[in-house]
């Protein structure tokens, strides 16, 4: 066979570039995708911490509405607004903030909170009460006094009173009418009945008391008070005590017991009168004391 009458043979040989790699262009695809993802996510996550208040605030700040028109700049939805009172926006941004900012406490003139007000004034009706209570407590005394025959006698030595201390009673003596034996300091049968039926009134009240005994000055002397009268009025006081917690007064409502002989005189214009010579019961305006647990 002679070289021309030979086939012809073609070999194609395809080409594979790139060592089996492709194209980067879906991996920007991707990215977008995870970024529109992400920002998707942000969107509900701030939408679900926001409360319905500031939801509102934001609306209305991106509302067409909220925007002021202007004929100076650009105009329209992009001119902007103004903070402050002098641009020409000043109904923009600052109306929205002026809405969402939070009101200031109310003071009244002095600075002072109005719960100091109302401390004041629940104070104030504790007091108007405890006058009320010792305003009835008094009137009890009255009407015992009254309706007992025993006590109707005695009605004069008795004056009862309310003082910025508390509801005082004093138990005075008279002419004749003395409520201890000269130079004694145990209170007499007539003074014994005064005292049993002051006990009553003191516990219908939580109030603590105090006892305090006075003397008179002896005729004749330019002092007010006697040696002796110092210890003879904290006696008597201390007589009176035992009298009332024997009529069922609680000895730890017992606040103070004390003499002051002469020096505090019911009629500072005659120092000698009989009447100087009393015992003063005060229920103190306070809080009552709790007895102390001796269980510990």
Do not use: C
């Not at 008070?225 to 009529?247: F, K, T």
């Amino acid at each position: 066979m002679s070289v021309s009458d030979r086939p012809i043979l073609i070999k194609k040989v395809k080409k594979v570039s790139g060592g089996g790699h492709h194209g980067g262009a879906w991996k920007v695809a991707y990215a977008d995708f995870v970024t529109a993802m992400m920002a998707f996510f942000l969107l509900m996550w701030l939408i679900n911490t926001t409360d319905p208040e500031q939801k509102r605030g934001i609306a209305e700040y991106f509302a067409p509405a909220s925007v002021s028109e202007t004929t100076s700049g650009s105009g329209g939805i992009l001119g902007g607004t103004s903070l402050g009172d002098d641009g020409p926006k000043s109904s923009g941004s600052q109306s929205v903030l002026e809405e969402l900012a939070p009101e200031a406490p109310a003071t009244d003139q002095t600075g002072s909170s109005l719960s100091s007000a109302s401390d004041a004034a629940l104070q104030a009706e504790i007091q108007k009460r405890e006058a009320a209570e010792f305003a009835s407590a008094a009137e009890s005394l009255r009407q015992a006094m009254q309706s007992m025959p025993e006590l109707a006698e005695l009605s004069k030595q008795l004056i009862v009173d309310q003082t910025p201390e508390g509801l005082r009673i004093q138990l005075v003596d008279q002419e004749g009418r003395s409520m201890f034996d000269n130079n004694s300091s145990r209170p007499n049968a007539r003074a014994q009945v005064l005292l049993r039926a002051v006990s009553k009134v003191i516990n219908q009240l939580p109030n603590r008391i105090s006892i305090t005994g006075h003397t008179s000055a002896a005729p004749g002397s330019n002092r007010a008070s006697a040696p002796a009268d110092w210890s003879l009025s904290s006696e008597r006081a201390n007589g009176s005590r035992l009298v009332l917690q024997s009529a069922g007064v609680d000895p730890d409502r017992v606040y103070s017991v004390a003499g002051k002989a002469g020096s505090d005189p019911l009629y500072p214009d005659d120092p000698t009168l009989a009447g100087n010579r009393r015992i003063a019961i005060v229920l103190l305006r306070e809080a009552p004391v709790l007895p102390m647990d001796t269980s510990l």
